[in-house]
């Protein structure tokens, strides 16, 4: 994707981040489109302060890592495992290579995300079972808010990421595994993203959100119900039904012993 420089990466780190980078570069270039290099650069804050001192005001107080333009450049929070450096250093790289795009700027902030999100592998179950929940208390977000992410805050930021994700997904169901590869090509040649699109699929934005909302409302709608606090709530009274049969059946075998042991106790005073 470019030239990069990196700085405070400790000695141990400094191999795995550098096969990180490599490895990810290779495989974004190959699996969707290559587009032109820019140099930039990786700074590895030393600690909470001097990653917001690096990151500036404007950073959501909730952000582990940044990605900036101009130059290109990504700030993060040293990561306490090689697994979370691993996502969180790809998620960033995505938006590198984003950055990259012509008219980049076009881009909504739920595709970035969403794209961030399924390269690094960071959905989960939590995710599924935060929108679900999200889903059927009317929380979700509009469509439209995700564009920006001016309405995400610290509270709602992890749905914020499992929407766009979703979203993300739901242009491969309207239209198929090519359609990010397609955009990358087409935005390449110097066109909008919501251009980009309608050459693609001949929808206009109004339809593809159409689409998108229709995929939103279709997923994981009972998902909810794995909620640890949900699961409580839901099979309490079933358990408290099986308690109160069991509870039953035991009584009637304990009465049948005893109206048992009375009819010998009868039968030994009758001999």
């Known amino acids: 994707m470019g030239e990069c420089t990196v700085i405070g990466v400790s000695n141990k780190d400094s191999n795995i981040v550098q096969d990180i980078i490599i490895t990810y570069s290779k495989e974004?270039?190959?699996?969707?489109?290559?587009i032109a290099h820019k140099?930039?650069?990786?700074?590895f804050a030393k600690d909470i302060k001097d990653?917001?001192?690096?990151?500036?005001?404007?950073?959501?107080?909730?952000?582990?890592?940044?990605?900036k333009k101009n130059p290109n450049r990504i700030i993060m929070q040293y990561p306490h495992n090689i697994n979370t450096l691993n996502k969180i250093l790809v998620h960033?790289?995505?938006?590198?290579?984003?950055?990259?795009?012509?008219?980049?700027?076009t881009v909504p902030s739920w595709f970035k995300e969403g794209m961030a999100v399924d390269?690094?592998?960071?959905?989960?179950?939590?995710h599924i079972i935060l929108f679900s929940t999200a889903?059927?208390?009317?929380?979700?977000?509009?469509?439209?808010?995700?564009?920006?992410?001016?309405?995400?805050n610290k509270n709602n930021s992890t749905l914020a990421y499992a929407q766009s994700y979703l979203m993300f997904n739901a242009l491969e169901d309207s239209y198929g595994t090519d359609i990010y590869s397609?955009?990358?090509?087409?935005?390449?040649?110097?066109?909008?993203?919501?251009?980009?699109?309608?050459?693609?699929?001949?929808?206009?934005?109004?339809?593809?959100?159409?689409?998108?909302k229709i995929f939103l409302d279709e997923k994981y709608s009972?998902?909810?119900?794995?909620?640890?606090?949900?699961?409580?709530?839901?099979?309490?009274?079933?358990?408290?039904?099986?308690?109160?049969?069991?509870?039953?059946?035991?009584?009637?075998k304990l009465l049948r012993k005893w109206e048992l042991e009375d009819l010998l106790e009868d039968l030994q005073d009758n001999d």
């Open 28 to 34: 974004v270039n190959k699996t969707f489109y290559s």
């Open 39 to 43: 140099p930039y650069s990786i700074y």
């Open 51 to 67: 990653f917001h001192q690096q990151s500036g005001p404007s950073t959501p107080d909730w952000a582990f890592a940044i990605t």
């Open 92 to 105: 960033e790289l995505n938006h590198i290579y984003l950055n990259n795009l012509l008219q980049s700027y």
């Open 119 to 126: 390269e690094a592998g960071e959905f989960s179950i939590n």
């Open 135 to 152: 889903k059927w208390n009317d929380k979700l977000f509009r469509i439209d808010e995700l564009s920006t992410f001016r309405a995400v």
């Open 182 to 212: 397609n955009i990358i090509k087409k935005m390449m040649q110097g066109k909008t993203f919501w251009d980009t699109l309608f050459d693609i699929t001949g929808d206009d934005e109004y339809s593809i959100k159409g689409n998108i």
């Open 222 to 252: 009972w998902m909810f119900l794995f909620n640890k606090y949900n699961l409580i709530f839901t099979f309490l009274p079933i358990l408290l039904i099986f308690g109160y049969i069991y509870k039953r059946y035991k009584n009637k």
